[in-house]
């Protein structure tokens, strides 16, 4: 069993993590299905394997504005535009402050978004690990055996 996770966010302490969940930007490489790479010693590809569907772990609670109901900012006018539009942007736009000044609260959870994946690897003295685009990750198999075969990759 082999993993990949990253600190991310869910609205539900167990919930699923999708690629949307992970961080801020950057991370849409890392769902379920990314491609793993395992290469032998001398950089031959000798498997390739899927990520799982991840999973929130650890999940903490966090009361954060719920915005999905809030209003949307009024646009501004053009700079030529007569007082009365001006007049009327500043109007909505002090509404706009109040409404988002109040918003209602949603717990979210943080916690790490794990992604197992499994990979049947033949005999080989080194190994390197690639999800996505990400760099490898080399192990020896020394290390490999020592640790059950299991490795934690992550991400950020």
């Not at 001398?42 to 999905?68: I, K, T, Y």
């Not at 053009?78 to 402050?97: C, G, H, I, M, R």
Request: a negative charge.
């Amino acid at each position: 069993m082999m993993s990949v996770h990253d600190l991310s966010q869910s609205d539900t302490a167990d919930g699923p993590c999708t690629a949307g969940s992970l961080g801020a930007g950057g991370y849409e490489d890392i769902a379920t299905g990314t491609q793993v790479s395992v290469y032998g010693g001398a950089g031959d590809l000798l498997a390739l394997g899927n990520l799982a569907a991840g999973q929130l772990e650890m999940g903490q609670p966090q009361q954060v504005d719920d915005w999905s109901n809030a209003p949307e900012a009024p646009p501004v006018p053009d700079v030529e535009a007569p007082q009365s539009e001006w007049d009327a942007f500043n109007k909505a736009t002090d509404e706009y402050l109040d409404a988002t000044m109040n918003l209602p609260q949603k717990t979210v959870y943080w916690g790490w978004c794990t992604f197992p994946f499994t990979v049947d690897v033949p005999d080989s003295d080194f190994y390197s690990i690639e999800v996505a685009h990400r760099g490898k990750v080399n192990f020896s198999r020394q290390d490999l055996e020592a640790e059950g075969w299991v490795v934690a990759l992550s991400v950020g």
